[in-house]
């Protein structure tokens, strides 16, 4: 007998399909009915109705349920909406307990209080403790001055009791103090002479009543005086300044530190740069020039060895804006760093901030970032992009901002600082389509 082997293969092919991107969401449908009930469901439809405003989004919404004929105790109330394309949401519910309150007698008005009385330790008896003077009236609130004088060092109980018009003493309040620090306080001194003379000197004390004399109008308490002080024989550098007055005696001397130099040559207003058309566009201002001979323009790929691309020539001399413009032609493909030295006509110089810009000339796609986001939103243009507008949708499909973009920029900085938190769709629009991408804002 012959016994045969059967083997079969089945060969099954697999084909992977990527999966297309999620569709961007519709708009949310408006509520058309909101209905309650208690305990039971009733069936859809068959709830109580309650008015409510045609909208997508009813939260914070606030009704009165009809609790009649429903028993006291613990019960259930569940509440569910009907869109106008007839689905319903869950039914939320929430436990509350249908207790009713006995009404409570009207209380009569209050009687005004007439008399008050403080006592320490000991109850003298009711109507002979010391007494406290008062305005009359139904509620006092007001402090008062407790004699304690006689009284031990220690902790003690001090006790309070008031009286209406119609004889009716309340209940005794206390309190717990301690006068253990409570010390006499000493004699006033002596009416303070007046200040009649004041001197200033710079670094070294000459000696007293040896320093520059300043003239002011004499008293017991000068503040708020200020007096020129010629620097004319004071090198450049830091300094201390001191100044003391004699009010019989000499007083301690007061002074203040400062460094002492000539008006800086250039007062910045912006460094400011950006990519555009694969260029590096630098721009600058400044509110004031003195002196000023030029500026260079550095570059870094690293932020911390830079090299010299170019030469900008300053004013000179100038007290109203000037602004300036360098184009740098050939910025490295990633990070490039830039700031600039600005030189005077004696030689001395100053750096601006530096500042960066990222360069991916052969990037393609868009990227956006940071995401999540707090208060800005990059973006980040591809190769052969050109984007001309923004658009920012909140989940229900509304706009909530809008911006027109210049073509040909590397980098785009949109500010949604009064954006409220959540999640939202970007729209971005090319001259060959738009893309979408969902962000955070935190």
Not at 432 to 438: L, N, P, W
Request: net charge neutral; glycine share 8%; hydrophobic share 35%.
């Amino acid at each position: 007998m012959k016994s045969h082997l059967l083997i079969c293969a089945s060969l099954i092919t697999f084909k992977a399909i990527a999966q297309q991107p999620y569709p961007v969401a519709g708009v949310v449908p408006q509520i058309q009915r909101l209905e309650y009930f208690i305990d039971k469901d009733p069936g859809m439809n068959q709830g109580k109705q309650v008015s409510i405003p045609a909208a997508s989004n009813v939260a914070s919404f606030n009704f009165q349920a009809d609790l009649t004929g429903i028993p006291t105790g613990f019960h259930r109330l569940y509440v569910r909406t009907i869109d106008a394309n007839g689905n319903s949401s869950f039914a939320n519910n929430i436990f509350f307990d249908n207790y009713i309150l006995p009404g409570y007698p009207t209380a009569s008005a209050a009687s005004s209080i007439s008399a008050m009385e403080y006592f320490i330790n000991t109850d003298p008896g009711v109507g002979k403790a010391r007494p406290i003077n008062l305005v009359a009236g139904a509620d006092i609130t007001a402090p008062f001055i407790a004699d304690v004088t006689g009284l031990t060092p220690g902790v003690h109980r001090i006790y309070v009791r008031t009286r209406d018009l119609a004889g009716n003493w309340s209940l005794t309040s206390f309190g717990q103090f301690d006068n253990s620090a409570a010390v006499p306080y000493p004699s006033a001194p002596q009416a303070a002479p007046p200040i009649g003379e004041m001197e200033y000197f710079i670094d070294t004390d000459p000696g007293f009543g040896n320093g520059t004399k300043i003239t002011f109008t004499p008293g017991t308490d000068i503040n708020n005086f200020s007096v020129n002080i010629p620097l004319g024989s004071v090198s450049q550098g830091p300094h201390t300044f001191y100044v003391r007055s004699r009010q019989n005696p000499w007083s301690f001397s007061a002074f203040v530190p400062f460094l002492y130099s000539s008006p800086l040559p250039v007062t910045w207003l912006y460094v400011r740069g950006e990519l555009k058309n694969d260029r590096s566009y630098i721009d600058w201002a400044t509110a004031n020039e003195q002196d000023a001979d030029k500026f260079l323009v550095e570059h870094s790929t690293d932020g911390r060895q830079f090299a010299t691309v170019g030469e900008v020539k300053a004013t000179g001399n100038s007290s109203t804006t000037k602004q300036y413009q360098f184009i740098h032609a050939s910025p490295a493909k990633g990070m490039n760093y830039y700031r600039l030295k600005q030189l005077d006509k004696n030689g001395s110089f100053t750096y601006s901030k530096a500042l960066h810009l990222l360069y991916q000339p052969d990037r393609k796609e868009l990227l956006i970032t940071p995401n999540p986001a707090t208060d800005q939103v990059y973006v980040i243009s591809g190769t052969g992009r050109n984007l001309i507008k923004a658009e920012l949708f909140d989940m229900s499909g509304k706009l909530v901002l809008s911006k027109q973009l210049n073509s040909g920029q590397q980098v785009y900085s949109l500010d949604i600082s009064s954006v409220l938190k959540g999640v939202y769709i970007l729209k971005l629009y090319e001259e060959k389509g738009v893309a979408s991408q969902r962000i955070l804002k935190q």
